[in-house]
């Protein structure tokens, strides 16, 4: 997905932004580029496809001088990857500039306008209409920011911007319309940027722009104005991630390092909110009022992705815990069905980024029909968070890989802790019940460590000996479900192998078809209320020739007679072991892809954060 940086200050303006654009490489791009005003008033712009390491070489020796300067990672929406869709894109007379996440809708009748009145366009972008049409407005009268703002009066679509030109040095316009854009305030100059991590390094006081929002920004000032175009102020919040925990840390990769990052994620979502000696839970953003939490008649948890998963795990806690009923829904499917909604059901969104495309059109669309809306997210400010009636927060930290990891740990973790929330409320849980569950929930950081340290020889060895499968089948019953469609999923997105996830009891009706010698079936079989089922199951794709690797709970003996290969997951309550059943998952997707030698932390054609539909 795209990503922007930009920079005015006193300091030399292209480093910061190569440093800035190298650090939203996790979001996924196929071109780069920066455009720098030099102390002449001369724009400079370097563009290229590629990795930020092409565009690196392209400005070595030119050492480009400049205070001012705007840059980007493209990811490809209209117009093929190449060095002339590359951002920044000019006018015609290559002194305005611009960079933009989002898509024009109507770009297309406005080039067709654009160019019969003389505009000369070179690249098959959507962006490239927004500085053609800045230049018309720029006549000489009204400043650059007047520019921008009845130019935006032309666009329908989405927008994070910023434009620079020559004509103004020292300050870039910024303009956001469902498409996330933050400012950040540093000492010796400020910042414009996609998302937090690029420019950690400098500061942790962001500004976060609203929709609607305009911004100029100087070296020593920052003005906005709201979407009726009066100046507004607008909050800076202080971030505490720090830079380093948005670096690899020695790890090979950040899907690694994230993944053994899961005890401190878990622990910290747990301790956020958890009373340990009553079991109680402190949302300070749900936003909820117990009197409201009583009348929810009915649940809807919608996300995209591995988001979705979690939701489906919290669907079997919800309605096991509260007995209120619950749907799940894929946000891009949820946007455009009418299921009965009211002001006694609850929708939660559930997004790492907060800024996924599909899930923030639920949202809207729950709220614009009078549902009570919550956000499960990980990034404070994000749009999500800003939109939803009351906010969950997962404190996983900074997710830099492209496959989620420890962000869906802690969704699931946030689940546990909704479910005693209500729960409790609710009058479904006792003060015994909470306190067993709210125990159980503590020590799971620590039973996640000890897969990590006790399991992942094994889980390498495995990888070794299945890699160069084309096929993998992933089973799971009940609660267990969503972790074999997440195991999968995992497996699909970074190493490229062709991976199911299916309800075991489901297997019989279709996909044991496709079971042979050449397929290795995964098999959830902790212990649960459907682990004689299970055995069943694994009975039935033996009797096919094909290689079972399970998970097993520690101590089971009776799966390692069924089984080729065994991973062993310490003892919990039964609604724990989605949690624990999903490192080994993640572990043998990462050591297979690795073997396979894939990019694991920018798989082909994924993005970090899709904010676009
Ligand atoms: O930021 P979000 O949680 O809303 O993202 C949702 C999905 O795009 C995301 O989970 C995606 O499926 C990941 N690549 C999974 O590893």
Redesign the pocket.
């Given at each position: 997905m795209c990503g922007i940086v930009g920079y005015t200050g006193s300091r030399q303006s292209s480093r910061i932004l190569l440093e800035g654009l190298k650090r939203l490489e996790y979001r996924g791009y196929d071109s780069a580029g920066i455009a720098v005003i030099s102390p002449e008033k001369k724009i400079s712009r370097y563009r290229c496809r590629g990795r930020i390491a092409n565009l690196e070489r392209l400005i070595e020796g030119e050492h480009p001088e400049g205070n001012t300067a705007v840059g980007h990672t493209r990811w490809a929406t209209h117009g093929r990857p190449s060095d002339e869709n590359a951002h920044p894109h000019t006018d015609c007379s290559g002194q305005i500039v611009v960079v933009h996440n989002g898509i024009i809708e109507n770009y297309l009748r406005l080039k067709k306008e654009l160019s019969s009145a003389g505009h000369r366009f070179t690249s098959d972008t959507d962006t490239e209409v927004i500085a053609h049409l800045v230049e018309d407005e720029l006549n000489g009268e009204v400043s650059l920011a007047e520019a921008v703002r009845s130019a935006l009066k032309k666009l329908q679509g989405s927008y994070a911007l910023g434009v620079i030109s020559s004509s103004e040095p020292g300050r870039i316009i910024a303009a956001r319309k469902d498409s996330p854009l933050i400012i950040g305030l540093g000492e010796d100059g400020n910042f414009l940027a996609s998302d937090v991590p690029a420019v950690l390094p400098y500061t942790r006081e962001f500004i976060f722009l609203e929709d609607g929002d305009k911004a100029v920004i100087e070296s020593g000032s920052v003005t906005v104005s709201g979407a009726d175009g009066a100046e507004t102020e607008r909050k800076p919040l202080t971030v505490s991630w720090d830079p380093v925990m948005a670096e690899k840390q020695g790890y090979r990769h950040f899907m690694l390092k994230e993944i053994y990052e899961q005890q401190r994620a878990i622990q910290e979502t747990v301790m956020g909110s958890l009373v340990r000696d009553t079991g109680k839970v402190i949302f300070e953003d749900f936003n909820m009022e117990p009197a409201a939490i009583r009348k929810i008649k009915k649940i809807f948890l919608i996300?995209?992705?591995?988001?979705y998963h979690a939701c489906l795990v919290g669907k079997f806690l919800l309605e096991d815990f509260l007995k209120i009923p619950c749907e799940v829904d894929i946000a891009s499917e949820f946007r455009y069905r009418q299921p009965p909604i009211d002001s006694e059901t609850l929708v939660m969104a559930v997004?790492?980024?907060g800024?996924?495309a599909d899930?923030l059109a639920a949202l809207r669309e729950a709220s614009s029909r009078g549902a009570f809306t919550a956000a499960v997210c990980n990034v404070l400010g994000s749009t999500m968070t800003r939109e939803a009636g009351g906010v969950i927060y997962t404190h996983a930290g900074p997710e830099i890989g492209?496959?989620?990891t420890k962000?869906f740990t802690s969704q699931l973790t946030a689940f546990y802790l909704l479910t005693l929330h209500l729960g409790i409320i609710r009058g479904m849980l006792d003060e015994k019940k909470a306190l067993e569950i709210s125990e159980a929930l503590i020590h799971l950081p620590n039973k996640v460590k000890h897969i990590l340290d006790t399991q992942n020889e094994t889980i390498k060895e495995i990888a070794h000996r299945y890699f160069k499968k084309k096929n993998f089948l992933y089973l799971g019953r009940n609660i267990n479900y969503p972790i074999a469609l997440e195991g999968a999923?995992?497996l699909k997105?970074i190493s490229y192998i062709h991976a199911e996830g299916y309800p075991a009891g489901e297997m019989k009706h279709g996909p044991i078809a496709l079971i042979d010698g050449e397929v290795p079936v995964v098999v959830i079989a902790t212990r649960s209320c459907v682990y004689e089922k299970v055995l069943s199951n694994i009975e039935e794709v033996r009797a096919r020739d094909a290689s079972v690797i399970a998970l097993a709970s520690e101590g089971d003996s009776t799966v390692s007679e069924l089984a080729e290969d065994i991973i062993y997951i310490p003892e919990t309550m039964e609604i724990f072991t989605p949690l624990l059943n999903t490192v080994p998952l993640q572990l043998l997707a990462y050591h297979t892809a690795r073997l396979l030698g894939c990019d694991i932390d920018q798989p082909r054609n994924?993005a970090k954060?899709?904010t676009v539909e």
């Amino acid at each position: 997905m795209c990503g922007i940086v930009g920079y005015t200050g006193s300091r030399q303006s292209s480093r910061i932004l190569l440093e800035g654009l190298k650090r939203l490489e996790y979001r996924g791009y196929d071109s780069a580029g920066i455009a720098v005003i030099s102390p002449e008033k001369k724009i400079s712009r370097y563009r290229c496809r590629g990795r930020i390491a092409n565009l690196e070489r392209l400005i070595e020796g030119e050492h480009p001088e400049g205070n001012t300067a705007v840059g980007h990672t493209r990811w490809a929406t209209h117009g093929r990857p190449s060095d002339e869709n590359a951002h920044p894109h000019t006018d015609c007379s290559g002194q305005i500039v611009v960079v933009h996440n989002g898509i024009i809708e109507n770009y297309l009748r406005l080039k067709k306008e654009l160019s019969s009145a003389g505009h000369r366009f070179t690249s098959d972008t959507d962006t490239e209409v927004i500085a053609h049409l800045v230049e018309d407005e720029l006549n000489g009268e009204v400043s650059l920011a007047e520019a921008v703002r009845s130019a935006l009066k032309k666009l329908q679509g989405s927008y994070a911007l910023g434009v620079i030109s020559s004509s103004e040095p020292g300050r870039i316009i910024a303009a956001r319309k469902d498409s996330p854009l933050i400012i950040g305030l540093g000492e010796d100059g400020n910042f414009l940027a996609s998302d937090v991590p690029a420019v950690l390094p400098y500061t942790r006081e962001f500004i976060f722009l609203e929709d609607g929002d305009k911004a100029v920004i100087e070296s020593g000032s920052v003005t906005v104005s709201g979407a009726d175009g009066a100046e507004t102020e607008r909050k800076p919040l202080t971030v505490s991630w720090d830079p380093v925990m948005a670096e690899k840390q020695g790890y090979r990769h950040f899907m690694l390092k994230e993944i053994y990052e899961q005890q401190r994620a878990i622990q910290e979502t747990v301790m956020g909110s958890l009373v340990r000696d009553t079991g109680k839970v402190i949302f300070e953003d749900f936003n909820m009022e117990p009197a409201a939490i009583r009348k929810i008649k009915k649940i809807f948890l919608i996300g995209c992705g591995t988001a979705y998963h979690a939701c489906l795990v919290g669907k079997f806690l919800l309605e096991d815990f509260l007995k209120i009923p619950c749907e799940v829904d894929i946000a891009s499917e949820f946007r455009y069905r009418q299921p009965p909604i009211d002001s006694e059901t609850l929708v939660m969104a559930v997004s790492q980024s907060g800024e996924t495309a599909d899930t923030l059109a639920a949202l809207r669309e729950a709220s614009s029909r009078g549902a009570f809306t919550a956000a499960v997210c990980n990034v404070l400010g994000s749009t999500m968070t800003r939109e939803a009636g009351g906010v969950i927060y997962t404190h996983a930290g900074p997710e830099i890989g492209v496959a989620s990891t420890k962000a869906f740990t802690s969704q699931l973790t946030a689940f546990y802790l909704l479910t005693l929330h209500l729960g409790i409320i609710r009058g479904m849980l006792d003060e015994k019940k909470a306190l067993e569950i709210s125990e159980a929930l503590i020590h799971l950081p620590n039973k996640v460590k000890h897969i990590l340290d006790t399991q992942n020889e094994t889980i390498k060895e495995i990888a070794h000996r299945y890699f160069k499968k084309k096929n993998f089948l992933y089973l799971g019953r009940n609660i267990n479900y969503p972790i074999a469609l997440e195991g999968a999923l995992k497996l699909k997105e970074i190493s490229y192998i062709h991976a199911e996830g299916y309800p075991a009891g489901e297997m019989k009706h279709g996909p044991i078809a496709l079971i042979d010698g050449e397929v290795p079936v995964v098999v959830i079989a902790t212990r649960s209320c459907v682990y004689e089922k299970v055995l069943s199951n694994i009975e039935e794709v033996r009797a096919r020739d094909a290689s079972v690797i399970a998970l097993a709970s520690e101590g089971d003996s009776t799966v390692s007679e069924l089984a080729e290969d065994i991973i062993y997951i310490p003892e919990t309550m039964e609604i724990f072991t989605p949690l624990l059943n999903t490192v080994p998952l993640q572990l043998l997707a990462y050591h297979t892809a690795r073997l396979l030698g894939c990019d694991i932390d920018q798989p082909r054609n994924l993005a970090k954060s899709v904010t676009v539909e």
